[in-house]
């Protein structure tokens, strides 16, 4: 399975971060920097990214680089294709063959949310994902993690259940839930004819 170093959707183009360069950490750090108190509420790795050299060995060498090479996950920046902005990142990774699954995650800039750049992200990375001979897709978010809940729900996943009480939270002091949403590729067939 192959999958496409850009993706093109009607306003965004999905960039692959692999190969790894300094200057694709350097660009990818600015845009984390630029939102790090909004998104270290959500994920917990941005308070371990301190500098791009953090971006560049622990997740464009150590995740990104390794796992495309081993087909086991792929990542990309979300940029826009007016102005080339890079406004977010989306992967693929706890890739299943046998099963033919996986999980998708997914963040956005403060400045870009609120304009469905992420629901159509989403769009544009899942019909890769079908046409590439996947069965189930899945994502997980914090119950109380509205903005994610409404992607999900505007794409069209189907809630599973919540895991209850799975993770700590350390930025609000708390066991999480985590809501567990999935999509199948006959779903996502019927919804496009």
Request: glycine share 6%; charged share 30%.
């Amino acid at each position: 399975m192959k999958f496409p170093k850009r993706i093109r959707t009607e306003r965004l183009i999905l960039k692959a971060l692999y190969p790894p360069t300094f200057r694709l950490a350097q660009d990818h750090f600015a845009v984390i920097d630029k939102s790090r108190e909004t998104l270290r509420e959500w994920l917990d790795w941005v308070d371990k990214t301190h500098v791009p050299e953090d971006i560049y060995n622990d997740y464009l060498v150590n995740w990104c680089q390794k796992n495309w090479e081993s087909k086991t996950g792929y990542a990309y920046q979300i940029c826009q294709k007016k102005d080339g902005a890079i406004i977010g990142s989306i992967d693929f990774f706890r890739i299943d063959s046998r099963a033919k699954s996986g999980e998708i995650g997914y963040w956005l800039t403060d400045d870009a949310r609120g304009h469905g750049y992420m629901t159509e992200a989403l769009r544009g990375f899942e019909k890769v994902i079908f046409e590439r001979g996947f069965n189930r897709i899945m994502i997980g978010n914090d119950t109380q993690n509205i903005r994610s809940v409404r992607v999900t729900e505007r794409a069209g996943y189907h809630l599973d259940g919540v895991m209850r009480q799975d993770a700590w939270d350390a930025y609000h002091n708390r066991l999480r839930d985590t809501n567990v949403w999935s999509r199948l590729k006959s779903e996502w067939e019927h919804q496009k004819s």
